[in-house]
């Protein structure tokens, strides 16, 4: 077992790419639309760029209705 299955998920280090996942949009759209908004959570790392996953589940919880949507694919 390594060290950092010791931390909780809600403690863990997070890249874009599963911040997008938890917010239903792509890394790209994180990156240059929902990250440089003053009440998203402050970045632990600029590169790679990484946040602290609890801190996003709150952002999201609290900013539901403020996510942009994601863009439908397939049709």
Do not use: H, Q, Y
Request: proline share 7%.
């Amino acid at each position: 077992m390594s060290a950092a299955e010791n931390i909780p998920w809600e403690l863990r280090a997070i890249g874009a790419e599963e911040v997008g996942a938890l917010l239903g949009l792509a890394a790209r759209t994180v990156l240059e639309t929902v990250a440089c908004r003053p009440d998203f959570p402050i970045r632990l790392t600029m590169r790679p760029a990484t946040w602290v996953a609890g801190e996003i589940l709150e952002w999201r919880n609290a900013n539901r209705a403020g996510i942009p949507k994601g863009r439908r694919r397939g049709k």
